[in-house]
């Protein structure tokens, strides 16, 4: 079946440090696949995606590379920010279920000052 | 600027209460989302809509229905609430093809 595994959180870190989250899938064919981010006391909303194999998403420092060959999309950001301090998602829709989104747990990110 | 509304943030209810839980969305969204988000489990998908009166049971339906009289408003209720329903509802939409979801804020259900 279909599957997001995310790394265990929280992640904490100094502000201006480098952010990794590792993101692994299991899925048929080429799926899409999302980055979610979560604010506190807020709904999800979407932070990069991509499309295919080798497609860099990225938005407001974050990026993404859909590979493939290892069945990953990790999250990264080079300089993290106190105002980053959030819940991400990893997530992908199935080829065969376009609008269908399968979420990993979601890793808590905590910068601090 | 685009919404998805939850009518509520935080509902307090009794085991064995009928629980409704709505959701408006003023994007003329075909797609419409019930989730539940628990702590380490992510988001699980409860039921879906893809047109007025039209539903699909998702991962984890037991214990849920739905009802979409509209196009702008889904509803989730639980027809008799029990302690393990305690969890966050979050609500999303998206138009027909578009993989983009957008959700509301959600709503904090405790059951007692």
Same mark, same amino acid.
């Given at each position: 079946?279909?599957?997001?595994?995310?790394?265990?959180?929280?992640?904490?870190?100094?502000?201006?440090?480098?952010?990794?989250?590792?993101?692994?899938?299991?899925?048929?064919?080429?799926?899409?696949?999302?980055?979610?981010?979560?604010?506190?006391?807020?709904?999800?909303?979407?932070?990069?995606?991509?499309?295919?194999?080798?497609?860099?998403?990225?938005?407001?420092?974050?990026?993404?590379?859909?590979?493939?060959?290892?069945?990953?999309?990790?999250?990264?950001?080079?300089?993290?920010?106190?105002?980053?301090?959030?819940?991400?998602?990893?997530?992908?829709?199935?080829?065969?279920?376009?609008?269908?989104?399968?979420?990993?747990?979601?890793?808590?990110?905590?910068?601090?000052? | 600027?685009?919404?998805?509304?939850?009518?509520?943030?935080?509902?307090?209810?009794?085991?064995?209460?009928?629980?409704?839980?709505?959701?408006?969305?003023?994007?003329?969204?075909?797609?419409?989302?019930?989730?539940?988000?628990?702590?380490?489990?992510?988001?699980?998908?409860?039921?879906?809509?893809?047109?007025?009166?039209?539903?699909?049971?998702?991962?984890?339906?037991?214990?849920?229905?739905?009802?979409?009289?509209?196009?702008?408003?889904?509803?989730?209720?639980?027809?008799?609430?029990?302690?393990?329903?305690?969890?966050?509802?979050?609500?999303? +939409?998206?138009?027909?093809?578009?993989?983009?979801?957008?959700?509301? +804020?959600?709503?904090?259900?405790?059951?007692?």
């Amino acid at each position: 079946g279909n599957s997001v595994t995310q790394m265990e959180g929280p992640v904490t870190l100094s502000e201006e440090a480098f952010l990794t989250i590792n993101c692994t899938y299991t899925a048929t064919g080429y799926p899409s696949l999302f980055w979610y981010v979560q604010y506190p006391g807020e709904g999800l909303q979407l932070l990069l995606k991509a499309t295919k194999a080798d497609d860099k998403g990225s938005n407001k420092g974050f990026e993404a590379t859909y590979r493939k060959e290892t069945t990953s999309f990790h999250l990264e950001k080079g300089s993290v920010q106190v105002s980053d301090s959030a819940v991400y998602f990893c997530a992908l829709t199935p080829m065969d279920s376009s609008y269908k989104l399968i979420f990993g747990s979601g890793t808590r990110l905590l910068v601090r000052p | 600027d685009v919404k998805v509304t939850q009518s509520s943030r935080y509902l307090v209810k009794r085991t064995g209460e009928k629980v409704f839980l709505e959701c408006v969305q003023d994007m003329d969204h075909e797609n419409m989302f019930w989730y539940r988000q628990d702590p380490g489990l992510g988001l699980r998908l409860i039921y879906f809509s893809y047109d007025v009166k039209m539903k699909e049971k998702g991962d984890i339906p037991e214990g849920y229905s739905v009802s979409r009289e509209k196009k702008e408003r889904f509803s989730l209720i639980l027809e008799s609430a029990s302690t393990n329903q305690t969890s966050m509802y979050l609500c999303a +939409s998206t138009g027909r093809g578009d993989e983009k979801l957008f959700f509301g +804020s959600g709503t904090q259900l405790s059951v007692l």
